[in-house]
C-alpha cells in the first residue's frame, strides 16, 4: 500500500521560509516523478511542482518560480520543497503526490498517490 505523509507546514510572516518534505512507503521511491500541489479555500487544487524520477527535470508553477526549490533525494526517500520569500497568497494546504511514471506532469489528474496535506499560512 503507498502512502504519502507531508511535514514541515506552519505559521510564517510573509518574506519567511519554510521546507516541507515528503516521505513515500510502500514502492520503489526513486521509479516515480513527484509533485506538489496546494489548494487555498474556496479554490481547485492547483500546481505548484514536480520533479522527474532522478532529479534531472524539473517544473514549476508561474507564481512559485525563483522562490520554490523541489528537489529529492532518492537514497533517503525524500522530497523536499524549499520556500523562500513566502507570500500571504502562498497559503493553502500543500499535498505531496506520486505519479505511476517517472516523468513530471502538472494535472492533478495525472497522479495516482496524495498524502493528507500540510497546511502553509503565511501572514502578512
Known amino acids: 500500500q503507498v502512502q504519502l505523509v507531508e511535514s514541515g507546514g506552519g505559521l510564517v510572516q510573509a518574506g519567511g521560509s519554510l521546507r516541507l518534505s515528503c516521505a513515500p512507503s510502500g514502492r520503489t521511491f526513486s521509479n516515480y516523478a513527484m509533485g506538489w500541489f496546494r489548494q487555498a479555500p474556496g479554490k481547485e487544487r492547483e500546481f505548484v511542482a514536480a520533479i522527474n524520477w532522478n532529479g534531472y527535470t524539473t517544473s514549476y508553477a508561474d507564481s512559485v518560480k525563483g522562490r520554490f526549490t523541489l528537489s529529492r533525494d532518492n537514497a533517503k526517500n525524500t522530497l523536499y520543497l524549499q520556500m523562500n520569500s513566502l507570500k500571504p497568497e502562498d497559503t493553502a494546504v500543500y499535498y505531496c503526490?506520486?505519479?505511476?511514471?517517472?516523468?513530471?506532469?502538472?494535472?492533478?489528474?495525472?497522479?495516482?498517490?496524495w498524502g493528507p496535506g500540510t497546511q502553509v499560512t503565511v501572514s502578512s
Open positions: 503526490s506520486s505519479r505511476r511514471s517517472g516523468r513530471i506532469a502538472t494535472l492533478p489528474s495525472s497522479y495516482a498517490y
